[in-house]
């Protein structure tokens, strides 16, 4: 061990000193550089992570508004579909009715093609009937025109309300005294095409019951024949 007297000491110890000095400061430099590196480290991190919240932040709003019109598109398309529901609800609804209506339409087009395949049976049966009472008055002109003088005339009655055709029957040769004095007889055809005796010029008593046998025999001819001795009859009488 070296005495405290030792004129070296001093210089050594300063010597010393200086080193560990020296070494301090380099340590104290290091860390300095260590501390700035590490805090320009830290300003860059918290920038970029400023940076990247800025960003998030401005991703989120759009997202959000991006949310928002999506969410108001919806709002509009539920109300669209809602009413196109109804629509469709109401025009179902319209188709049934329709098909309700249709098939009251079938119905009744069916009823009035019953109704006329019946007319026109009914039609048939009448023109067969008007034959049969055409070939009578034609008997019954070629019988008592040609022969008894009988004049048949058609008359079409356009004063009343409903048109109908009437037939005057006029004999002649019926008083030996007047062969040319008319006596007349008067008849209707009613819409059912049925024979219907209006009057007679002079008036015939049993007028009414000749009508009711021409209606039960249809017989046109007997019916004129009757007529025909009637009138003889008076006259004689």
Do not use: W
Request: hydrophobic share 35%; with cysteine; proline share 1%.
């Amino acid at each position: 061990m070296m005495s405290v007297t030792d004129p070296n000491m001093g210089n050594r110890f300063a010597s010393d000193m200086e080193e560990s000095h020296t070494k301090h400061l380099k340590t104290y430099g290091e860390i300095f550089d260590t501390t700035a590196e590490l805090c320009q480290a830290h300003k860059q991190f918290v920038k970029s992570a400023l940076d990247t919240c800025l960003k998030k932040c401005k991703d989120d709003e759009m997202l959000f508004e991006t949310i928002q019109v999506y969410k108001k598109d919806l709002e509009l398309k539920n109300t669209s579909f809602k009413e196109k529901r109804h629509t469709i609800s109401e025009v179902i609804s319209e188709i049934q009715q329709k098909d309700l209506q249709k098939g009251d339409i079938i119905q009744k087009i069916e009823k009035l093609r019953d109704e006329q395949a019946k007319r026109k049976e009914l039609i048939e049966v009448k023109h067969k009937a008007n034959k049969g009472r055409l070939k009578n008055l034609q008997k019954a002109r070629l019988i008592f025109q040609d022969h008894l003088g009988l004049e048949i005339r058609t008359i079409r009655d356009k004063s009343q309300l409903h048109q109908g055709e009437k037939l005057q029957f006029v004999f002649r040769n019926i008083n030996p005294a007047d062969e040319d004095c008319a006596y007349v007889v008067m008849m209707g055809i009613k819409e059912d095409r049925s024979y219907q005796i209006m009057s007679s010029d002079p008036e015939l008593e049993c007028l009414q019951e000749l009508e009711k046998h021409l209606m039960e025999t249809n017989n046109l001819a007997a019916f004129l024949v009757n007529v025909r001795k009637e009138f003889i009859s008076q006259v004689r009488c």
